[in-house]
């Protein structure tokens, strides 16, 4: 609402050009609802704003310029999947131990080092250990890599517009030049990479308005740094500085429990919320037995609503929670969806047919081609494949280019008669052109059988991986429908329908695709929740060791704070009610736990809760519930008959026969709601209650 309006006023008070102004945000949906409300506050001129995240922005920007830097306009971008891929080979190729460099480990150092704007030699320079240097060289090679594969992740769009910047300074000015205002939402996220670019792009008219909030900055895990926002009059001298401290959207019970909780941070700008908004309802807190039952008090509550208008919302601190939540609304028959979980574009035939539009896109894509070249199968397996990358890697080219060309000899001839008929595959596909991207995904799917080929692998989901083909279709369609080549300009020369349609696709979001009128009941964790409100919340599994997660205790003050910040974003999307969970008992990562509840349900003031509790965490004749974060361990002889036990998948048992010791002890267990099981001691993590 702010940069809308204040976009409005430039545009109309302060005349201002629409091009003139750039608006950053951290979402497409988000750019795309500013564009859209600005157009209805100042009409039609509001499509000429730049506006988008600062993933879209960079890449518009690189491929107008790719060439200043080494790449051409075509670049790939690649995804998490794409990385761990390059870097298990060069892992492998440096003969490192596997254990120690893991690629998700050595990506994580990566991607830091550039959202710290750090090349591979700088980020060398700050490591002092072996590992750390280690880290480094890989880096160095994996950037290589990139570069030979005329690709970048989302990391380098970042990355590589500031070198851009940096090795260019008239194209710098011309953009300070463009730019004459810069607007920034959620600036309390911006990690060190994307601080530099806004102080670049904003260095010459200095005209920059930022928006956000020390209270909700939830991302420290991915590099946001919170002095952006805590330092910023020092950062800009003479700033103004406006305090936005009324909430519309919740109730006033709701808004002092949040400001309660948060207020027990210490590294934070002080600052106490209020509303004009009614008391309200106050904070159910509900102490459940077990992630079942939790489940269970949920669905009851949501059954039992009145009214369900504006959303009802569940968020959980860890994705593996949903799992009990997910089975109690299917046995209720109520409709779900989750935010965060295998995206659509994620989804195996949807990646193997963006795999062939981005190929076709840049042929030195070899990644790429190595998906495409036997899906579906064509005879041309993973001997063909190497010998063609080892000849790629002698000549210092692409493996498209050296199986296209006329002397490659090191396949049979055999081989080169299958790589031939996809040659000619690949040719027509060129021959259909760019300007649109329907006719081009039709004519590949059609060309190779995908559909057939889907349906042939007999697996119980064909027909909705089919579906799912079918609904990229509708993607492209309503792209082809919506692009309009004329919102490019002289600089975008070069750039088509289809590299457009691969960039939008590559920066998609979860929240992007989250559509609020899907379903009754909408699960995610808190940190998707972020910029969404709902009017009833559930903020589950409330508990410490898990919300504030186990890493943050074992950090300084620094961690704790921020998953207090967490529990602040998740408490203020509630409007009308909200309701904190814990559990006395949790099944999770193949653990049983107890653990005490969430310092944050403590830190509410006892005068906004309603607190109820299942009447007992197990059957009554079983005594009281443990306590502390350890369960009881199973060791050799103490499994006697009567004895009470707890099975992670069975639930609660009695022990009717015990039989041997140690690892050969075998039981007889009575339990609850499974009926009696005979289990070997050794392996069914059993828990004596």
Not at 102 to 123: H, Q
Not at 324 to 335: D, F, G, Q, T, W
Not at 490 to 499: H, I
Request: net charge negative.
């Amino acid at each position: 609402r702010v940069l809308v309006h204040r976009m409005a006023r430039l545009i109309e008070a302060d005349r201002v050009a629409p091009w003139e102004i750039l608006a950053v945000t951290f979402t497409n949906k988000a750019a795309g609802e500013l564009v859209d409300r600005s157009a209805r506050l100042v009409g039609p001129a509001a499509a000429d704003i730049w506006a988008g995240t600062f993933h879209g922005i960079a890449a518009r920007i690189l491929r107008r310029h790719a060439e200043s830097i080494g790449y051409t306009r075509h670049f790939s971008i690649y995804d998490t999947d794409d990385q761990l891929r390059i870097l298990k080979e060069l892992i492998a190729a440096a003969r490192l131990n596997d254990t120690l460099y893991r690629p998700e480990t050595v990506r994580a150092f990566i991607d830091a080092s550039k959202n710290e704007a750090l090349d591979p030699g700088a980020a060398a320079e700050r490591r002092t250990d072996s590992f750390g240097r280690t880290c480094a060289e890989i880096y160095a090679d994996y950037q290589r890599r990139l570069k030979t594969l005329g690709a970048m992740d989302f990391g380098d769009l970042l990355f590589n517009l500031l070198v851009l910047f940096r090795d260019e300074p008239t194209v710098l000015q011309r953009y300070q030049e463009r730019f004459r205002h810069v607007l920034v939402d959620e600036y309390q996220d911006t990690n060190r990479v994307q601080y530099q670019i806004v102080a670049a792009l904003a260095g010459r008219h200095r005209n920059l308005c930022v928006v956000g909030d020390d209270d909700q900055s939830i991302y420290g895990w991915r590099g946001a740094d919170l002095r952006n926002i805590l330092d910023f009059e020092q950062d800009f001298p003479g700033a103004r500085t406006i305090f936005l401290d009324q909430n519309y959207r919740s109730t006033a019970n709701i808004i002092s429990a949040a400001d309660a909780v948060i207020s027990h941070n210490k590294g934070r700008r002080a600052k106490h919320m209020w509303t004009d908004n009614e008391g309200g309802a106050k904070i159910d807190c509900y102490t459940a037995a077990d992630e079942k039952d939790e489940a269970r008090y949920i669905v009851e509550e949501i059954f039992s609503a009145t009214d369900k208008a504006g959303g009802v919302a569940v968020f959980y601190r860890t994705n593996a929670q949903s799992r009990a939540i997910e089975e109690e609304l299917i046995k209720n028959r109520l409709r779900y969806t989750i935010v965060g979980s295998i995206r659509f574009y994620d989804r195996r035939e949807i990646k193997d047919l963006i795999a062939y539009l981005r190929f076709l896109r840049n042929p030195d894509d070899d990644l790429s081609l190595a998906r495409i070249i036997n899906t579906p199968a064509r005879g041309i397996g993973k001997v063909t494949w190497d010998r063609l990358a080892e000849s790629a890697r002698e000549r210092g080219s692409s493996i498209w280019e050296t199986m296209t060309s006329s002397d490659c000899m090191a396949v049979s001839a055999a081989a080169r008669t299958k790589l031939g008929r996809f040659v000619q595959l690949v040719e027509g596909w060129q021959r259909v052109g760019h300007d649109r991207v329907t006719p081009l995904l039709e004519a590949i799917v059609t060309d190779i059988g995908f559909l057939e080929h889907l349906g042939a692998a007999g697996s119980e989901d064909a027909a909705g991986r089919v579906e799912n083909v079918n609904e990229l279709m509708t993607v492209s369609q309503e792209f082809d429908a919506t692009f309009d080549a004329r919102e490019l300009d002289e600089d975008d020369a070069g750039v088509d329908a289809l590299t457009v349609f691969l960039e939008r696709l590559a920066l998609q979001s979860d929240v992007d695709a989250y559509d609020d009128g899907d379903a009754a009941v909408t699960l995610m964790t808190v940190h998707n929740s972020k910029g969404l409100e709902f009017s009833r919340v559930f903020v589950a599994g409330l508990e410490e060791g898990l919300f504030p997660h186990s890493r943050s205790l074992q950090e300084d003050e620094s961690g704790i704070e921020e998953e207090r910040r967490l529990a602040y974003v998740g408490m203020t999307r509630a409007r009308e009610e909200l309701t904190l969970l814990h559990a006395r008992r949790r099944h999770l990562f193949g653990t049983t736990q107890y653990n005490p509840p969430s310092r944050f349900i403590e830190e509410v003031p006892e005068e906004l809760l309603n607190r109820s509790a299942a009447e007992t965490a197990f059957d009554l004749s079983f005594g009281e519930t443990p306590t502390g974060t350890a369960a009881p361990s199973y060791s050799a002889g103490k499994y006697k008959p009567g004895m009470k036990v707890v099975h992670p998948l069975f639930g609660v048992g009695s022990v009717r026969k015990s039989d041997g010791e140690g690892d050969t002890e075998k039981l007889v267990v009575q339990f609850q709601r499974v009926g009696t099981k005979k289990l070997v001691a050794r392996y069914a993590k059993l828990e004596i209650v």
